[in-house]
Antibody, heavy 118, light 108 residues
Framework: QVQLVQSGAEVKKPGASVKVSCKAS????????IHWVRQAPGQGLEWMGW????????KYAQKFQGSVTVTSDTSISTAYMEVNRLRFDDTAVYFC???????????WGQGTLVTVSS | EIVLTQSPGTLSLSPGERATLSCRAS???????LAWFHQKPGQAPRLLIY???SRATGIPDRFSGSGSGTDFTLTISRLEPEDFAMYYC?????????FGQGTRLEIK
């Protein structure tokens, strides 16, 4: 069965960076895009960007251009999302999710809580 | 970007009742790329409906989606206790992908 398993919770100081991993199993990793979505405490869902693991191509929401980098390692079926220059308002749960042309975002990781605190 | 506005913000109903949730887009969304999720506290969103009206794998038939253009609806025919959660609509046809702000479905 399709599974996306994310790395554990992180606590970081403002200005630091954080890198969250998302390990895929149960399907051919290079056949589907991986998207990243975040959710601040008590707030809604916010799309951040995607990576095409087959080509390495990426696309980001304008808000995250320059501060977020999404990469993947096809040898271990894992995608990564790095946020640089963390701010207090980057405190959120970060989700990876598999993208399909027709069905959209059907499979999700469990989420990774990133807390930015001084 | 396409802004999705959901209404109502909160819907208070009892188990067994019918729920109707609305999602209005700031510009036309291809029906092919309109989805609905629900989310319970501490969990990832779960896909209910994609392509405006197709149920995702394992979703019971009390959930149905309809609509086109800028107006979409999620209907839950008879509410079960496990249906009380946050609901989000989502468009994935135009970048940036966007989500509605959510409707809270709570027990009356």
């Amino acid at each position: 069965q399709v599974q996306l398993v994310q790395s554990g919770a992180e606590v970081k100081k403002p200005g630091a960076s954080v890198k969250v991993s998302c390990k895929a199993s149960g399907y051919t990793f290079t056949d589907y895009y991986i998207h990243w979505v975040r959710q601040a405490p008590g707030q809604g869902l916010e799309w951040m960007g995607w990576i095409n693991p087959n080509s390495g191509g990426t696309k980001y929401a304008q808000k995250f251009q320059g501060s977020v980098t999404v990469t993947s390692d096809t040898s271990i079926s894992t995608a990564y999302m790095e946020v640089n220059r963390l701010r207090f308002d980057d405190t959120a749960v970060y989700f990876c999710t598999r993208g399909e042309v027709a069905a959209g975002l059907e499979y999700w990781g469990q989420g990774t809580l990133v807390t930015v605190s001084s | 970007e396409i802004v999705l506005t959901q209404s109502p913000g909160t819907l208070s109903l009892s188990p067994g009742e019918r729920a109707t949730l609305s999602c209005r887009a700031s510009q036309s969304v291809s029906s092919t790329y309109l989805a609905w999720f629900h989310q319970k506290p501490g969990q990832a969103p779960r896909l209910l409906i994609y392509g405006a009206s197709s149920r995702a794998t394992g979703i019971p038939d009390r959930f149905s989606g309809s609509g086109s253009g800028t107006d979409f609806t999620l209907t839950i025919s008879r509410l079960e206790p496990e249906d009380f959660a946050m609901y989000y609509c989502h468009q994935y046809g135009t970048s940036p992908l966007t989500f509605g702000q959510g409707t809270r479905l709570e027990i009356k």
